[in-house]
């Protein structure tokens, strides 16, 4: 067994380090929902003395990427004490949750940054982004009433299976695929929040929104749409509170502004924000399983520069009517060299290999580094959940 993996008797010892590192007020709720991420947790930590000197989650998750489930482990609240800050404690822990992820054949990981240029270190690079849109009330677009169609509105500890679903159905962009747990811990969470329903003639769910208010500002926290009608009778709900709040906001995991679609493309103001990064922990796996968007590609090898042993290779790559081979080939001239930071943006679809090329970023046969960036996705990666 890994020697910094903490007994599910230490939970309060890691909460209590918890609350002192992120400066947070202790609470029931707070200790109820810390608790629930803690019992569905891999929790690695290092004893200074009698107390928890470092410590992090490394959480079991899946996620849908282009149609295909990969393992992810999300790491979530590396913390040190003051007092034995600068012993390398979280860096072990992260060294040591990604073995564990290795040997338990989990391919990806992925984390909220308190520093980016702390988490290259361990191999994980900046892919996903959110933009934050936000309007004054009386800049909101006129919306028209609908004759088809209804809202509802509840708490969300209320929410309907069906909803679930539907987020199930439109995440495949690589997010989270949310299990029951999860879905209970962020209903936990966010108690206070919102959640209105919109649905056909024939009583058929086709959207949803989660939102929430501060003072008088209404947040929009989550929002998916099946067709324009949906659309229309969640953006009526929204407007419906224009006389109530002063600002609204909405953070989307989709990058794309969409501005031409208002009436007045300056009225709303956008903020484009890093959000997670992401490490391809099993490398050989992601690229076997991998959503190829071409059927055939001749031998080209690419040399992956990674700090993870199984990673640090030549590869041969090649693609035979859809089915992708990949294998070692430590002998072989490499067509092409990156480091497992800018394949991972060229596979998620944050940045393509053509353009990592162009700033510097990978070196190698431009015709075939052509070739290898047609075979990964295009799309940009969008991820909502937090951990």
């Known amino acids: 067994m890994n020697k910094y993996l903490l007994d599910k008797d230490k939970f309060n010892e890691f ?20 608790k629930e991420r803690f019992d569905h947790s891999l929790v690695y930590g290092i004893m200074n003395g009698k107390r928890l000197g470092s410590g992090l989650f490394s959480i079991p998750f899946d996620v849908n990427f282009h149609g295909v489930n990969y393992k992810m482990n999300g790491i979530g609240d590396v913390m040190s004490a003051p007092e034995f800050g600068g012993r390398g404690g979280a860096g072990s822990l992260m060294n040591a949750a990604l073995t564990d992820m290795h040997q338990n054949h989990v391919t990806l990981s992925y984390l909220a940054p308190f520093a980016y240029t702390y988490y290259r270190k361990f191999g994980y690079e900046q ?6 849109v936000s309007m004054k009330s009386v800049d909101l677009p006129r919306i028209a009433n609908s004759d088809h169609g209804h809202v509802e509105r509840d708490n969300i500890k209320n929410l309907h299976d069906d909803v679930k679903l539907m987020y199930l159905g439109h995440n495949h962009l690589g997010g989270v695929v949310r299990a029951e747990w999860w879905w209970d811990h962020m209903l936990d969470k966010h108690n206070d929040y919102q959640v209105v329903t919109a649905f056909d003639d024939n009583g058929n769910l086709i959207g949803y929104l989660i939102y929430y208010s501060v003072g008088t500002t209404f947040y929009i926290h989550e929002w998916f749409n099946q067709n324009p009608l949906s659309r229309q009778l969640l953006g009526k709900f929204v407007t419906k509170h224009q006389s109530i709040f002063e600002k609204f906001v909405y953070e989307t995991p989709d990058p794309d502004f969409k501005a031409d679609i208002l009436d ?120 909502i959940d937090y951990f």
Do not use: C
Request: glycine fraction near 4%; charged fraction near 30%.
């Open 15 to 34: 909460y209590e380090l918890y609350l002192y590192s992120f400066n947070r007020e202790d609470s029931k709720h707070s200790r109820d929902v810390f």
């Open 264 to 383: 007045d493309p300056n009225s709303a103001k956008l903020v484009v924000k890093p959000y997670m990064m992401a490490r391809i922990v099993e490398l050989s796996d992601f690229m076997e399983r991998y959503p190829v968007q071409v059927s055939v590609l001749p031998k080209i090898y690419l040399k992956v520069t990674d700090e993870l042993s199984w990673n640090n290779h030549v590869w041969e790559l090649s693609i035979e009517n859809g089915i992708v081979g990949f294998s070692i080939a430590d002998d072989a001239t490499p067509d092409m060299e990156m480091t497992i930071q800018d394949l991972t943006k060229a596979m998620f679809g944050y940045r393509s290999l053509k353009s990592l090329r162009k700033y510097g970023r990978i070196t190698g046969d431009d015709k075939k580094i052509g070739l290898v960036s047609d075979v990964f996705v295009q799309e940009k990666p969008e991820l």
């Open 127 to 132: 892919v996903f982004d959110h933009s934050i």
